[in-house]
């Protein structure tokens, strides 16, 4: 009867051990690997597929602030409306004053008519260009005609004077910071 009993209980704890290994497998996270490789390449067509076929931009919310065409400045349009895919709302909430890899910031350019003239993208990828803030900067005709990509000299040059505020001229992400 002992001998019974004590087999019962190993077979118990047998179930009981391979339930609990189950559970860890399946709780497991995607590797840091996986998600780096879901981030679209830092390439114009690859972008404009994913904010605007993937997903589309225009469902993700405005710069935290700022309505939808809003009075722009100098070289952006007359008026501006400003999106933040989710990653970069979600630092600016956090006021981390960091925005973290894959962020993306979309500025759609109107004319004084309120045309869209131009759409210009920043992307930030860790390692992509140090000296330029990690941003791969866009520019596309609303046609989706490529206008400038890549390192651009002259968005890295203009917007290096935010570069203490991520290089973002729009709203502070680091509050104390913003000259
Ligand atoms: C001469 C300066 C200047 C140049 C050149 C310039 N920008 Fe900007 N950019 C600005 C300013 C100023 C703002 C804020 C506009 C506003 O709110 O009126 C801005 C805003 C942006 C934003 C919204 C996020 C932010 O930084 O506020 C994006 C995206 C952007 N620019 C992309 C580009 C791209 C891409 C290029 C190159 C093709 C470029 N910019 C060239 C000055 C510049």
Redesign the pocket.
């Known amino acids: 009867m002992i001998r019974l009993l004590m087999v019962a209980c190993l077979l118990l704890c047998l179930t009981l051990t391979a339930g609990c290994k189950k559970q860890e497998e399946s709780s497991t996270s995607p590797s840091a690997d996986q998600k780096a490789a879901a981030l679209p390449d830092t390439d114009g067509r690859t972008l404009i597929e994913l904010i605007t076929v993937t997903q589309d931009y225009r469902q993700w919310p405005l710069?935290p602030g700022k309505e939808a065409l809003y009075k722009?400045?100098?070289?952006?349009g007359a008026y501006?409306t400003?999106y933040v895919s989710p990653t970069v709302l979600a630092a600016l909430q956090n006021k981390k004053g960091q925005l973290p890899d894959g962020s993306i910031?979309?500025?759609e350019n109107y004319s004084p008519e309120k045309e869209l003239a131009a759409v210009?993208?920043?992307y930030r990828r860790t390692g992509y260009n140090p000296e330029g803030g990690d941003w791969y900067?866009?520019?596309y005709a609303p046609d989706k005609t490529i206008l400038?990509e890549g390192k651009?000299d002259?968005?890295i040059?203009?917007?290096r004077a935010?570069q203490n505020n991520e290089?973002?001229?729009?709203?502070p992400v680091k509050p104390a910071e913003l000259p």
């Open positions: 710069f722009g400045q100098h070289p952006h501006l400003t910031i979309v500025k210009t993208v920043m900067w866009l520019k400038a651009v002259g968005c040059n203009c917007h935010v290089w973002v001229f729009t709203g």
